[in-house]
């Protein structure tokens, strides 16, 4: 669990680095615990208390990859995305990385190549910097399990910025993927850094340029940018409205999407929840229902889309405010019950951040990390009371 922690808080921290922003502690605790936990003399006291301790890293990733990237790209606001396509060439760019969206950007402005996101890339457009840029047109498909039909139809190239690769075996698809930082995949393209430190996406547009346009699989907008920034100033109609008792409880819906039948369980309990529940989510399992039309209580969306899955961190912060607002002395007191929905290592460490700020009752799902030994699992049941969906 430490092992699965630490990939993801360095996926956070490497992000964080791409835009210039460091921190050597968590360095310096990512060598730490790897050397305790090869070291036989570890106890299982001393292996407990390094597991909650990478929950406190967690959040110091979090926290940091969130100052990057408010620092340089503003703070998220409410914002309405297409999803639907226009008659342009056009270029996809993939996952995480915010910095690579602004070079290819950069890069295309008056190319006449349009910009889509995909998946985990969709928050950008809740960035004021990004606005200026009248070729981000808008986000096209779903959660990263879905990519390979989706890479069809979208018929231009496509640039993957971090991890969640598909392997492509349609060798037309293949073609058109590119690769970039730390993402890779024999076969495909890779767009390193030159001296300076510039990545040139040349090829990339040129590419767009000699294919057809997207071929459109959806229509409409969804709405995102509810980070914590953007709550804080909604945060007195929030207390309001939960005073009064239109809004009886949360949901936090975050973390990874899959392609099992089994994550239908986040559609059905998205559709279920009372009319006075609202959905917080971050991460791409909210593609599992941020489609769906579930209405507003007075103006706020029953969906709040934080961002990127590093954006629990901006669950957290607006969880901590209304336990302030309301002057509570745990956190478990609020209403708001976590459904976390597990795929990979940043699903991990924001479990283990979550772990360690001390959110107990949470339910994980839809199947367990096969690295859960039952004695594992029988210390988070008795400490946490973590259960399945
Ligand atoms: S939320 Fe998890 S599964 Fe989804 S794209 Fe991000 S890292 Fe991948």
């Given at each position: 669990m430490i092992v699965y922690g630490i990939k993801g808080m360095a996926?956070?921290?490497?992000?964080?680095?791409?835009?210039?922003?460091?921190?050597?502690?968590i360095?310096?605790f990512i060598y730490r615990a790897l050397d305790k936990i090869l070291d036989?003399?570890t106890t299982v006291d001393e292996l407990i208390n390094l597991t909650l301790e990478t929950g406190e890293f967690g959040?110091?990733a979090?926290?940091?990859?969130?100052?990057?990237?408010?620092?340089?790209?503003?703070?998220?606001?409410?914002?309405?995305?297409?999803?639907?396509?226009?008659?342009?060439?056009?270029?996809?760019?993939?996952?995480?990385?915010?910095?690579?969206?602004?070079?290819?950007?950069?890069?295309?402005?008056?190319?006449?190549?349009?910009?889509?996101?995909?998946?985990?890339?969709?928050?950008?457009?809740?960035?004021?910097?990004?606005?200026?840029?009248?070729?981000?047109?808008?986000?096209?498909?779903?959660?990263?399990?879905?990519?390979?039909?989706?890479?069809?139809?979208?018929?231009?190239?496509?640039?993957?910025?971090?991890?969640?690769?598909?392997?492509?075996?349609?060798?037309?698809?293949?073609?058109?993927?590119?690769?970039?930082?730390?993402?890779?995949?024999?076969?495909?393209?890779?767009?390193?850094?030159?001296?300076?430190?510039?990545?040139?996406?040349?090829?990339?547009?040129?590419?767009?340029?000699?294919?057809?346009?997207?071929?459109?699989?959806?229509?409409?907008?969804?709405?995102?940018?509810?980070?914590?920034?953007?709550?804080?100033?909604?945060?007195?109609?929030?207390?309001?409205?939960?005073?009064?008792?239109?809004?009886?409880?949360?949901?936090?819906?975050?973390?990874?999407?899959?392609?099992?039948?089994?994550?239908?369980?986040?559609?059905?309990?998205?559709?279920?929840?009372?009319?006075?529940?609202?959905?917080?989510?971050?991460?791409?399992?909210?593609?599992?229902?941020?489609?769906?039309?579930?209405?507003?209580?007075?103006?706020?969306?029953?969906?709040?889309?934080?961002?990127?899955?590093?954006?629990?961190?901006?669950?957290?912060?607006?969880?901590?405010?209304?336990?302030?607002?309301?002057?509570?002395?745990?956190?478990?007191?609020?209403?708001?019950?976590?459904?976390?929905?597990?795929?990979?290592q940043?699903?991990v460490i924001v479990l283990l951040a979550?772990l360690y700020?001390?959110?107990?009752?949470?339910?994980?799902?839809?199947?367990?990390p096969?690295f859960l030994s039952?004695n594992i699992?029988?210390f988070l049941?008795?400490?946490?009371?973590?259960?399945?969906?």
């Amino acid at each position: 669990m430490i092992v699965y922690g630490i990939k993801g808080m360095a996926a956070y921290t490497n992000h964080a680095l791409n835009l210039n922003s460091e921190n050597y502690e968590i360095y310096e605790f990512i060598y730490r615990a790897l050397d305790k936990i090869l070291d036989s003399e570890t106890t299982v006291d001393e292996l407990i208390n390094l597991t909650l301790e990478t929950g406190e890293f967690g959040v110091k990733a979090m926290e940091l990859l969130d100052k990057a990237n408010t620092d340089k790209y503003g703070h998220p606001e409410i914002t309405q995305v297409n999803i639907g396509t226009r008659n342009n060439p056009a270029i996809l760019i993939s996952r995480h990385d915010l910095s690579d969206l602004e070079e290819l950007l950069e890069q295309t402005k008056g190319t006449g190549v349009d910009v889509y996101t995909h998946s985990e890339m969709l928050p950008a457009h809740f960035y004021p910097y990004f606005k200026k840029y009248e070729n981000l047109y808008g986000n096209y498909g779903n959660a990263w399990h879905k990519q390979l039909e989706e890479f069809k139809t979208f018929n231009g190239p496509i640039v993957f910025t971090t991890n969640c690769i598909v392997p492509p075996k349609d060798e037309e698809i293949k073609n058109r993927i590119f690769t970039t930082g730390s993402a890779g995949y024999t076969g495909c393209k890779h767009i390193e850094k030159d001296e300076n430190g510039k990545k040139d996406f040349s090829e990339v547009i040129n590419m767009a340029k000699k294919l057809k346009s997207p071929t459109e699989i959806e229509s409409g907008k969804i709405i995102g940018g509810f980070a914590h920034n953007q709550v804080s100033i909604l945060i007195d109609k929030v207390v309001e409205n939960i005073k009064n008792g239109n809004i009886k409880e949360f949901v936090v819906m975050a973390g990874c999407d899959g392609r099992m039948k089994s994550r239908e369980y986040y559609t059905e309990k998205a559709k279920n929840l009372p009319k006075d529940s609202v959905i917080l989510t971050a991460g791409c399992a909210k593609y599992r229902y941020n489609k769906l039309e579930l209405g507003d209580i007075n103006g706020i969306p029953r969906i709040l889309d934080a961002g990127q899955c590093n954006d629990s961190y901006s669950l957290v912060r607006i969880a901590l405010k209304l336990k302030e607002i309301f002057n509570l002395k745990d956190i478990n007191e609020l209403p708001i019950k976590y459904d976390i929905a597990w795929y990979e290592q940043k699903a991990v460490i924001v479990l283990l951040a979550l772990l360690y700020l001390g959110v107990k009752n949470i339910k994980l799902g839809p199947t367990l990390p096969a690295f859960l030994s039952p004695n594992i699992k029988n210390f988070l049941v008795e400490k946490f009371n973590i259960s399945t969906i």
